[in-house]
């Protein structure tokens, strides 16, 4: 948690609401969109193309893939059959987790709101489990954290459904939230990817 105290996870929290997620949760909604269309892997790779553009530091952009690895094994493993679930197996690199986790929902017949509600939530609780694990706080602190954090996610979504484009994805630069994933990468115990 690079120094912050547990006072200063709710403003954290913030940060990442206008800045990573918004990104996160809109390449999200056109993954869910993208597999509903004539599934084709180019479409998958203009996304992550546009998603690395937007995400400055490597180490972000790895976490984001390893997340969306993750996400694309436990679709496989769900032998899910869905087509854009096969493309994403075909990009030269992993998806990050958005356009993985699009693509999930996608698969699963979750309706792409409900999918980026997920985005969402996710982001927060590994904020919420850094927490627990690295800070004096209990679970019911971090649990009010989550949702008064969860209060501001309708606007990031509908944000994020007017989305058309790859070209339009939010750009929002959090350079601290940057500077302390790499520093956190050159430690020798390193304790998260989130």
């Given at each position: 948690?690079?120094?912050?105290?547990?006072?200063?996870?709710?403003?954290?929290?913030?940060a990442?609401?206008?800045?990573?997620?918004?990104?996160?949760?809109?390449?999200?909604?056109?993954?869910?969109?993208?597999?509903g269309?004539r599934?084709?892997?180019?479409a998958?790779?203009?996304?992550e193309q546009?998603?690395?553009?937007r995400?400055?530091s490597?180490?972000?952009?790895?976490t984001?893939?390893?997340?969306?690895?993750?996400?694309?094994?436990?679709?496989?493993?769900l032998?899910?059959?869905?087509?854009?679930?096969a493309?994403?197996?075909?990009l030269?690199?992993?998806?990050?987790?958005?356009?993985?986790?699009?693509?999930?929902g996608?698969?699963?017949?979750?309706?792409?709101?409900?999918?980026?509600?997920?985005c969402?939530?996710?982001?927060?609780?590994?904020?919420?489990a850094?927490?627990?694990?690295?800070?004096?706080v209990?679970?019911?602190?971090?649990?009010?954290?989550?949702?008064?954090?969860?209060?501001q996610?309708?606007p990031?979504i509908?944000?994020?459904?007017?989305?058309d484009?790859?070209?339009?994805?939010p750009?929002?630069?959090?350079?601290r939230?940057?500077f302390?994933?790499?520093?956190h990468?050159?430690r020798?115990?390193?304790?998260?990817?989130?």
């Open positions: 948690m690079a120094g912050l105290q547990a006072d200063d996870i709710p403003a954290y929290m913030q990442r609401l206008t800045t990573v997620t918004p990104l996160e949760c809109s390449v999200c909604i056109l993954a869910h969109r993208h597999a269309d599934v084709s892997p180019a998958f790779a203009r996304l546009a998603f690395n553009a995400t400055p490597a180490i972000q952009r790895r984001a893939q390893t997340l969306g690895r993750g996400l694309l094994h436990l679709a496989r493993s032998q899910l059959t869905h087509p854009a679930v493309a994403l197996g075909q030269d690199t992993p998806p990050s987790r958005g356009t993985a986790l699009g693509v999930l996608r698969a699963l017949d979750v309706d792409e709101r409900a999918c980026a509600h997920i969402c939530y996710e982001d927060l609780q590994g904020v919420a850094a927490a627990l694990k690295l800070l004096p209990t679970p019911a602190q971090v649990t009010r954290w989550v949702l008064a954090a969860g209060a996610i309708d990031i509908a944000q994020a459904q007017t989305v484009d790859c070209t339009a994805l750009a929002f630069c959090a350079p939230m940057e302390q994933a790499q520093a990468s050159l020798n115990r390193r304790l998260f990817n989130a």
